[in-house]
């Protein structure tokens, strides 16, 4: 039969019929550790980040990995290990960080909703930058950053409204949307900024969407960006850096989105062309670094052949892969086992959810039985960092691959686990038996 479309090749890729992660036989992690697993290449992660590192060779650059992606201690320390900075946006993010041995000073702090006590948790751990969502939090973060005695380092997210006309793939760079501070209002802030004394004002961020796949929408946000560095910096207010973001785009079903190194190279092109070549520079992918990275693991329980639609029933579910139920989002579905048949039939992929939504692909043409393993691809960004204990089911293991080496970094969760933090409601006063 044809080989199934794989993203994420080299790395995942059938060694005679078996499906591989680098060297490591999925079918036998599937033994060792059971399923639903998560697995995610070392190699494609670092391959991930290079194609940014190439992009930008000879810059001021500080990568900082979206970690809300995926936030597995053995994945931040991946990046850490490779001199990745990082993009949290919780003080539970922030604590990641540090526990897996990333620095703070590589930090930078995104989020419309930041509390007075994360602010205080960042502030002392001296991460390089807040990215500033409104005037309110702009006050707040004053406040708290003199009753510390300290200044708080501050970019502005400022909403460059990227015509959704021509670039329908953007979410949250647009006027409508509750992110970052409206075009108009970008310079009035930046002033306000300067004169307050716990905020030192050290550059401009920018964050316009997620899963892009056209050039067009960075190339008009940069021009844009630039266009306010230029208006702020005749304002007196210096720009130390320009962060672009993150949000391009992964191949789940065919996709062919801008190539890392290829796009900001074009970028730094325009950069070159209007005077700001040695300006330091940041950005903030999440997907992009560890989407392809991944697969999660799953077996088939059962068949439910109809008349209308038929069933394939796997034990992983919208608690462990929710982006099919929260945005109709598509994941290629593969035998571990490449069948030496092609399919004859199509499967409605469900978990065991009790919920209609709980469907992981539809249409799918497997050829399956009962027992069979599957791989769910491209599940390394948005899939555990989502999961949820929806039905009482425990959060999947997850496992790291190096060469024909294999890490265990999160165990699969107990019941035990998930009912650690309860406790039974004391019964009534009077109800007891007499
Ligand atoms: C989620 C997020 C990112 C990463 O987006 P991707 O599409 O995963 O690259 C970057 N910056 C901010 C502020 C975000 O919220």
Redesign the pocket.
């Given at each position: 039969m044809t080989t199934p479309h794989l993203p994420g090749q080299p790395q995942l890729a059938y060694q005679g019929d078996e499906l591989f992660m680098e060297q490591v036989r999925l079918s036998d992690l599937a033994k060792e550790y059971g399923t639903p697993l998560f697995v995610y290449s070392k190699a494609c992660m670092l391959s991930a980040l290079n194609a940014y590192q190439q992009g930008f060779s000879g810059r001021e650059v500080q990568i900082?990995y979206?970690m809300?992606?995926n936030p597995a201690l053995g994945v931040i320390a991946v990046f850490a290990q490779a001199g990745c900075g990082f993009?949290v946006?919780s003080g539970g993010e922030l604590a990641r960080v540090l526990a897996a041995g990333g620095r703070a000073d590589k930090v930078i702090f995104?989020?419309v909703g930041k509390t007075r006590c994360e602010m205080r948790q960042a502030l002392a751990a001296r991460i390089a930058c807040f990215?500033v969502e409104s005037e309110e939090e702009l006050e707040v973060l004053n406040e708290v950053a003199l009753s510390m005695g300290v200044r708080a380092p501050i970019s502005l997210?400022v909403n460059p409204n990227v015509d959704p006309k021509t670039h329908p793939y953007i979410s949250?760079g647009l006027k409508s949307s509750k992110?970052g501070v409206a075009h108009e209002r970008v310079l009035p802030v930046y002033q306000r900024a300067a004169a307050l004394p716990g905020i030192e004002v050290v550059g401009i961020?920018c964050?316009i969407?997620?899963?892009?796949t056209q050039e067009g929408p960075y190339l008009d946000m940069v021009d844009r960006m630039l266009d306010m560095v230029e208006a702020i910096e005749k304002c007196g207010v210096h720009i130390h850096h320009i962060d672009f973001?993150?949000?391009?785009?992964i191949d789940y079903n065919g996709e062919t989105p801008p190539d890392a190194t290829q796009l900001w190279k074009k970028l730094l092109h325009k950069l070159d062309a209007r005077g700001f070549g040695a300006r330091r520079l940041l950005v903030?992918?999440?997907?992009?670094?560890v989407?392809n990275a991944g697969v999660c693991v799953s077996e088939v329980l059962y068949l439910k052949p109809g008349e209308h639609k038929s069933f394939c029933i796997i034990d992983a579910a919208m608690n462990d892969l929710p982006r099919p139920a929260m945005y109709q989002a598509y994941h290629q579905i593969v035998p571990l086992r490449c069948p030496n048949r092609d399919a004859d039939a199509t499967w409605e992929v469900v978990g065991p959810v009790c919920e209609s939504g709980d469907w992981i692909g539809h249409d799918r043409a497997l050829d399956v039985n009962p027992g069979d393993l599957l791989a769910v691809l491209s599940a390394g960004?948005?899939c555990m960092s989502m999961a949820s204990n929806y039905n009482s089911r425990g959060r999947a293991a997850e496992v790291l691959v190096d060469h024909h080496q294999s890490h265990l970094i999160r165990r699969r969760e107990s019941i035990a686990d998930q009912m650690r933090q309860e406790m039974p409601a004391p019964e009534s006063a009077g109800s007891a038996a007499t």
């Open positions: 900082c979206a809300k992606a993009d946006v995104s989020g990215n997210r949250t992110f961020d964050h969407g997620s899963q892009i973001g993150g949000g391009l785009g903030e992918p999440g997907r992009s670094l989407g960004a948005y």
